[in-house]
Each structure stands twice: as C-alpha cells, then as structure tokens.
C-alpha cells in the first residue's frame, strides 16, 4: 500500500533537494539557453554594427570620392579657362605686338621715305642750285665779262635761288 | 544520413525527452495511485523513503515530479536552442530570444544592470515553478502544492537577499535590525524571517488550495451526477456526465491563471527582494574605505 504525505509537512532533506534542484535549473537554463543565444544576439549586434559601420564608411569614401571629383572637375575647368584666357591673352599681345610692330614698321617706313624724299629733294635742289649758280655764274660771267669764281658768288647765288624758290 | 535529416532526427528526440518524463510519472501515478471512491486530499504520495540523519528522506511523487520538470525543461532547452544561427532561420529560435530578451528586460528593469546575472536564476525559479503548477494540467500532483519544493527555492532567495544586504557592511546590517528605535528589534527579526516563509506560503497555499477546490467540486459533480443521472440504464449510469465541463473552466482559473500568475509573483518578489536588500550606496562607501585602508 502507497502512503501519502500529510498535506502539510516539513522534511529538511525535500527542502535540500529542491534547492539544489534550483540551483541545478539555474545552470541548466544558463548554459544551455542564456548564453547560446545572447551568444548569437551579440554576433547579430556585431554583425549588423559591422553591416552599418561597412555602409558607412563606403558612404564617406563616395562622398569624398565625389567631393575628390568634382574639386578636379572644377580645377580642370578653371585650368581650360586659364588656358582659353592665356591663349587669348598671347595672342591679344601677339596681334598687338604685331599691330605696333606694323605700325612702327610702317611708320619707319614712312619716315625713311620721309627721309629720302627730303635728301632727294635737297639733292635734286643742291642740283638745281649748282646748276643755276653754273647758270648765272655763266650769265654773270658774260655779262661782267670776266671770270669770276664760283666761290665768290656762292652766298649771293644761295640768296638768288631762295627768292626764286618763294616765288615760285 | 545527410545534416537535414540528422537534425530532425535530433529535433525528435528532443520532443521526446520532453514528453517522456511527463508520460513516465503519469504512468506512475496511475499503477500507485490506491483506488477509493473516498474523497482524498492528502499530500504526495510517498515511493519509498530513504534513511537519513536527522530525519527520513520520503521521496515523493513531488521529488519525481519535479525531476521530471526540471528534464522537460532541459529538454526545452537544448530544442529552443538547436541549430542556433546568428540569422534566425526558425520559429523557435524567435521564441529563445523572445524569452531570454524579455528576461533581460523584466531584470534590466526592476534590479538594474547590475543584476544582469540573475536573468538564468529567475528565470529558472520561474520555469520551474510555471512548468511544476501546470503539471497538475496532466493529472499529476504538482511539486509546487508541497511546501517542501517551494520552501527550498525561498531559502535560497532568503540566502540571497541577506548575502546582497551583507555586501553594505555587516554592522549595517546589524544596525538595520534596532532602527527606528531598539524596541522593534523583535519585529524586524520576525519580518527579516518571514520573508522566506511567506513566499513559500504564498505559493504552496496558492497552488495547493486550486487543487483542493478542484478535487472538492470533481467529487461533488460525481455525488450529484450519480444523484441525477443515476437512472440511467447501465454504464450511463455509472458515468459522472457532469464533471464533463465545470472543472475544465475551474482549471483554467486554478491551475492555469493561478500558476502562471503565482510562478510570476515568486519571480518578481525574488527580483525585488533582492534589488531593494542590496545599497548600493553603503557598498559603494564599504569599497572606497577598503581601498583607502588598503593604500
């Protein structure tokens, strides 16, 4: 025949077993549901920490990359201006220098021709005035009928063909 | 035999050492279980008894019972967490985490980090206490209906809140004891004491009056089925129609409600007991005064 308890009793021994049970509920549930799975819950914090901390680095470095890209974008768009600018500025100075050089060119030119024109026209009237001064020494020679030396007559000559010259 | 099928191999085997335990001490309830129309209500029956200084150890269906709960739970335990994966790939393992994160939580909440390793520790007195009251579901007697089972688990949380008040200083302690004024030195012994036993009472009464209740009125429903229904030709006769029902409902209330709610309140008197016994501004101070004696 089975007995039973009574329906309230205290053995010191059932109390020893059933704290230890807990005590041994106590590891069971720590060891093996715990720790695994605060196990794979932290591997998952570090894996998505790692995920977003991947994402955010690529981000940075596109966006730098892209800053990187448009800083070079726009230095060689300032370096085509300054070429565009240098260019045009070379050939502003070119054409310039070359206009000036023309012109000074030009006004040498002119200025020689200048020149030549004068020393031709002094010529062409120390010419006519030897001749003429020939001419009247000629004429004066054989009005007076005598020889009279050029070099005597040069100033009254000189002074002849200028009244010719403003009268003329 | 390739991975899959080893792991539900495995899986099986799980369920089994969880079901198991449950099915043995049925079986052994059924074939021990003496036969009487008598109303009984009496405590676990006792298998057989074990000499011991001090006093005779009885183990009982509640030591067997228990034993049983406590390889259901490993059982648990080891299925929740079987082919763990950091991606979750399968419901259970969402129930594991549930579990333990909410765990974390109860004591993240009411104790403080600090506590953190008390999470496996109240959990345990929880599903301890949850699985053992919802025994009573199977038929069986439920470990927490003997005070013995509930007593043990209250003598280690009294162990616990006096080593936690302890760390503030011994003299502290002491002097908690003669606060306000000496007078109530008695008293708050007595309350100091009373801790552990009104936990264990809470509980045990708790559990053991459902169970009380709910054979009470099984035996009444069979008095008045026989009563009504006696007239009935043959087995219909016999049969105790009314018990179909009514004790189905009680159950609800006593085993299921009343032990989940009890296995709850354990677990969150321990959490409190435990927080509030512990200053830590006392331990703070304690560990300052230790090291500058010890530079």
């Known amino acids: ?168 | 035999m390739n991975k899959d099928t080893r792991a539900r191999v495995t899986d099986i085997l799980l369920i089994l050492m969880m079901v198991l335990p449950f099915v043995a001490v049925m079986a052994l309830k059924v074939l021990t279980t003496p036969h009487s129309d008598e109303i009984s209500i009496s405590g676990a029956l006792i298998y057989f008894t074990i000499p011991m200084p001090l006093m005779d150890l009885p183990i009982t269906a509640s030591q067997f019972n228990s034993l049983a709960v406590m390889i259901s739970i490993f059982g648990l335990c080891l299925y929740l967490t079987h082919g763990i994966q950091v991606v979750p790939n399968s419901k259970r393992q969402l129930v594991a985490e549930w579990i333990v994160t909410k765990v974390n939580d109860l004591i993240r909440d009411n104790m403080g980090e600090r506590f953190m390793a008390f999470a496996p520790f109240v959990a345990g007195i929880m599903a301890l206490s949850a699985f053992s009251s919802l025994s009573s579901l199977l038929g069986l007697f439920p470990p927490t209906s003997d005070m013995n089972i509930v007593a043990g688990w209250a003598i280690i949380v009294f162990i616990l809140i006096t080593y936690y008040k302890l760390k503030g200083g011994l003299w502290p302690y002491v002097k908690g004891f003669f606060e306000p004024v000496p007078v109530f030195a008695p008293f708050n012994i007595i309350g100091e004491l009373a801790t552990p036993v009104s936990m264990s009472f809470r509980h045990y009464g708790n559990v053991l009056s459902g169970v009380v209740i709910s054979t009470l009125i099984a035996y009444a429903l069979q008095g008045l089925s026989k009563l009504v229904l006696g007239w009935l030709p043959g087995v219909l006769g016999q049969f105790p129609f009314l018990q179909i029902g009514l004790p189905a409902v009680l159950s609800l209330y006593f085993d299921i409600f009343s032990g989940l709610m009890q296995a709850f309140i354990f677990a969150m008197l321990t959490m409190l007991y435990i927080a509030t016994g512990f200053d830590e501004d006392a331990y703070n101070a304690r560990l300052a005064r230790r090291k500058k004696a010890a530079a």
């Open chain 1, 1 to 168: 025949m089975v007995q039973s308890l009574d329906i309230i009793s205290v053995n010191i021994w059932q109390i020893v077993i059933s704290l230890i049970n807990l005590l041994i509920i106590y590891r069971i549930l720590k060891k093996f549901l715990f720790k695994p799975v605060q196990k794979v819950m932290d591997e998952r914090q570090a894996q998505v920490d790692r995920i977003y901390g991947d994402a955010n680095q690529s981000r940075t470095q596109a966006e730098q990359m892209k800053q990187e890209y448009e800083q070079r974008l726009a230095s060689a768009r300032e370096e085509a201006d300054g070429l565009v600018r240098n260019a045009v500025q070379t050939a502003q100075k070119r054409s310039d220098q070359m206009v000036s050089e023309a012109s000074a060119q030009a006004s040498r030119i002119k200025q020689k021709a200048n020149e030549e024109i004068a020393q031709e026209k002094k010529k062409m009237l120390q010419d006519v005035r030897s001749e003429i001064s020939d001419l009247a020494v000629e004429i004066a020679s054989k009005v007076v009928e005598r020889e009279i030396s050029p070099r005597d007559y040069d100033g009254f000559v000189d002074e002849f063909i200028r009244n010719v010259g403003e009268n003329n």
